[in-house]
């Protein structure tokens, strides 16, 4: 399987846990993604990397999450001391740059996570 | 600022009849990229078709077709003849151009195709 995959793909926590999820983007696609999505809500995005530079982030990406792509490969976002609020799907993306931004962005089959 | 509405919270049809979907953008980009994605109820996002701001030229794929109309701002996805496989939320998408990678997501169609 050559698409984008993540894992864990369900996590549930204790509250003030921290979780760490993984993604592995398709090969050779040099941008990354990671969105969050709730029940009844279109994917909200929370950062994106170019190879190994993280060029954006939301607001929404509170201290308490943090995401890396230390060598421009698989990438990984960790929530610290989780709480109720973060219990959603995360999902991860990855597109082929070639300097054109309106190359389609593939996505993995996401992470619930579930904070009890 | 970037904005996807698609005012169809839930549609339900039988087998074998057509359905639209309505998405309706809004930019202030003159270049600018829509996408529409399929989310069945495994999760994973499927995309279905990317539409330059550039080319207003409809399209067809099998059993679905893309309405893309600039002047109404809209990108509108129609099914024929419907199947069961169809059942999953439906979302839109907006990309501007420049540095700006992420994509704007309308609320999703949950579409019910029943046999």
């Known amino acids: 399987d050559t698409g984008v995959s993540q894992d864990p793909r369900h996590k549930i926590t204790k509250r003030g846990q921290n979780v760490t999820f993984r993604c592995d983007p398709i090969?050779?696609?040099?941008?990354l993604y990671w969105y969050r999505q709730t029940l009844g809500q279109g994917p909200e995005f929370l950062t994106y990397?170019?190879?190994?530079?993280?060029?954006?982030k939301s607001r929404l990406l509170s201290d308490r999450f943090s995401a890396e792509r230390p060598k421009g490969s698989f990438s990984t976002l960790e929530i610290q001391r989780t709480e109720q609020g973060d219990s959603a799907m995360y999902l991860c993306?990855?597109?082929?740059?070639?300097?054109?931004?309106?190359?389609?962005?593939?996505f993995g089959q996401g992470t619930r996570l579930t904070v009890v | 600022a970037q904005k996807v509405t698609q005012a169809q919270t839930e549609i339900s049809v039988v087998e074998k009849e057509d359905v639209t979907l309505d998405c309706v953008y809004e930019?202030?980009?003159?270049?600018?990229?829509l996408f529409w994605y399929k989310q069945p109820p495994s999760g994973e996002l499927v995309f279905l078709i990317r539409?330059?701001?550039?080319d207003e030229q409809n399209e067809i794929s099998g059993r679905y077709s893309w309405n893309f109309q600039k002047s109404t701002s809209s990108f509108n996805f129609t099914i024929t003849a419907s199947q069961v496989v169809d059942s999953a939320v439906y979302f839109c998408?907006?990309?501007?151009?420049?540095?700006?990678?992420?994509?704007?997501w309308g609320l999703g169609t949950s579409l019910a195709v029943n046999p």
């Open positions: 993306a990855s597109s082929v740059g070639t300097g054109a931004p309106g190359t389609e962005a593939f």
């Open positions: 090969s050779e696609h040099n941008r």
């Open positions: 990397f170019q190879n190994e530079a993280q060029l954006e």
């Open positions: 930019t202030r980009d003159t270049t600018y990229y």
């Open positions: 539409r330059n701001s550039f």
């Open positions: 998408a907006l990309r501007g151009a420049g540095n700006n990678r992420k994509l704007i």
